[in-house]
């Protein structure tokens, strides 16, 4: 099992930064691909931005591309997701997830519990 703790939420203006983070425990870190979906109420989990296990490789979605980083820390078991240049549409609770085998909430092994980002216009 694995287990993942999502921080870093919170309130921010349109325009603001926030750095969300991901502890994660249980089996070998660098075993998994990581990453962030997003999800609001009523609406379908989407995919954000992924990392592969050395860090080598990142994927963005279109709507975050150029504003958001993802990163890792592979010593620390962390996963990093830096939100620059927000927008209220970013608005969402952002999940962290473990195994993230492609941009499919589907094809992902484990999610955090999720932590709540709100972007004021």
């Known amino acids: 099992q694995v287990q993942l703790v999502e921080s870093g939420g919170g309130l921010v203006q349109a325009g603001g930064s926030l750095r969300l983070s991901c502890a994660v425990s249980?089996?070998?870190?660098?075993?998994?691909?990581m990453g962030w979906f997003r999800q609001n109420p009523g609406k379908e989990r989407e995919f954000v931005s992924s990392?592969?296990?050395?860090?080598?490789?990142?994927n963005y979605a279109d709507s975050v591309k150029g504003r958001f980083t993802i990163s890792r820390d592979n010593a620390r078991n962390l996963v990093y997701l830096q939100m620059n240049s927000l927008k209220p549409e970013d608005t969402a609770v952002y999940y962290c997830?473990?195994?993230?085998?492609?941009?499919?909430?589907?094809?992902?092994?484990?999610w955090g519990q999720g932590t709540q980002v709100t972007v004021s216009s």
């Open positions: 997830a473990a195994g993230v085998r492609s941009s499919s909430r589907a094809e992902v092994d484990y």
């Open positions: 990392i592969n296990w050395s860090g080598e490789s990142t």
């Open positions: 249980g089996r070998p870190f660098t075993t998994y691909a």
